[in-house]
């Protein structure tokens, strides 16, 4: 079976990836212990993943698969953008973040908070061949937080279409129509074309 290296450090990325891949030929596995990624210096979701997939495959000699995602609010000129894990500063946790977004959009209401996820994957192997893919939902800040599932800003995205926070749906649910879902069914449909991977 075909073994990729997971490029973060984020245990709930690691698990969703699993679950979107799960049914292909492939093992997901950690970084290994004692491999340190780069800065995220990148202007875009896909040059920060590039960066990450990059030095995962050179680091360990195998095939790597980074995701770099984030949250884009229209009334705040798309941020926080590719800042999203790091909105309220360095190491900054979940509920920082959602503090600063929800103060941030203070006096702003209904369809003026707009707002996407986007996602992207890069699956590069230590020979420089590389496969991208990318994916996107829309839909809006709430003004409250909801929800218990999920991770980061989702019990603050409500998809557009539903009343419910991205937090509030099943797992199985949200792996269907999240922005990290629908990259991961771009790169599978790919990995496909190719003769890859076995659906």
């Excluded at 030929?25 to 990624?37: F, H, K, R, S």
């Excluded at 030095?55 to 095939?63: D, V």
């Excluded at 590389?130 to 995205?157: K, N, Q």
Aim: aromatic share 6%.
């Amino acid at each position: 079976m075909t073994r990729w290296i997971v490029a973060t450090s984020n245990p709930h990325k690691v698990r969703e990836l699993a679950q979107l891949f799960d049914g292909v030929a492939v093992e997901l596995a950690p970084l290994p212990p004692g491999i340190a990624l780069p800065e995220e210096t990148g202007k875009t979701f896909l040059a920060n993943a590039r960066l990450k997939a990059r030095a995962a495959a050179r680091a360990t000699g195998e095939i790597a698969l980074a995701d770099d995602s984030g949250l884009e609010v229209d009334a705040l000129g798309g941020d926080p953008g590719v800042h999203s894990a790091r909105y309220a500063g360095a190491g900054a946790t979940a509920e920082a973040n959602n503090a600063k977004l929800f103060h941030e959009l203070a006096g702003i209401h209904g369809p003026n908070r707009r707002a996407r996820f986007r996602c992207a994957l890069v699956l590069s192997a230590p020979d420089g061949k590389e496969l991208t893919a990318d994916g996107t939902i829309e839909g809006f800040i709430r003004e409250s937080a909801v929800g218990t599932h999920g991770f980061g800003y989702d019990p603050l995205f409500q998809p557009e279409g539903d009343t419910r926070s991205l937090a509030e749906y099943a797992e199985a649910e949200k792996n269907g129509v999240s922005h990290r879902g629908r990259a991961a069914q771009r790169l599978r449909a790919q990995l496909e074309r190719l003769g890859r991977v076995a659906p």
